[in-house]
Structure formats: structure tokens, C-alpha cells
């Protein structure tokens, strides 16, 4: 993780490699009663705007064919999870953002989160920070 341009920027950096392919996600939770998230119709770029009128934007680049897409936070990702446990948190107010990569043995992955601006040249492989 890096925090850059005055701690206003946000990148997560994944880079994972398996042993043989495998499925993973990328999962932001947010509170969709508050937040609109619009998504590119690329699957690159999400803009997450508040009731205040503050927004962010929220960029993923990848070696791998993936996009941005919204799910409800009961879209388990795991099998055999079991749907709302009584007692647990009502979650039917949060949605996930989410990235899935499929079938992947190896991936780059990041996420860059700033206020408004162009993230692409946060997009490195961390032995170049």
C-alpha cells in the first residue's frame, strides 16, 4: 500500500502468483444508502459520489482482463457460505465493489483512490516506488 500526493492518493498493489490457476476477488464494501458508485463503461474506472457532494475516483489497472463491478454484499464469494446468520449486521444498506479474476495462476493488480485526477502513473510495480 502507498499513500502518495500529500497522503491524498491511495494505491493498493497486489501481485500474487499461484502454484496453479486459481479464482480471487478484490472486495471494497460501501454504504450504497449513501453512496452512488458509477462505473465506466470500461470496468476501469469507478466514481464514488457522497451525500455531501464529496466524491472520489477509484481506478484499477491489471495485467489481467478484469473490470469493476457492483454486487450486493449478500453475493458471497466464497461456496458454502450461508446466507444472513441470525443476529449478524444487517448488511441489505452496503454493496461491494468488486474486482474478480478468474482462473488466473498469475496477476498484477492495482487500485488507486484519489479525490479527482489522472492515476495512471501510480500504476507501478512496487520494486519501482
Known sequence: MLLTADRKTWVLRDEAEFKEAENAC???NFESAKI???IAED???CRMSYEDGAAIDVYLF???DVKFKTVSCYDFLLKDTQPKVEGEYDRSAYSRLLVRING???FNLSIVVEPV???AQYALPTAEW
Do not use: F, R
Open 26 to 28: 478484490w472486495v471494497a
Open 36 to 38: 452512488k458508485c458509477e
Open 43 to 45: 470496468g476501469k474506472k
Open 62 to 64: 491489471s495485467d489481467a
Open 104 to 106: 488466473m495462476k498469475k
Open 117 to 119: 485526477g489522472d492515476a
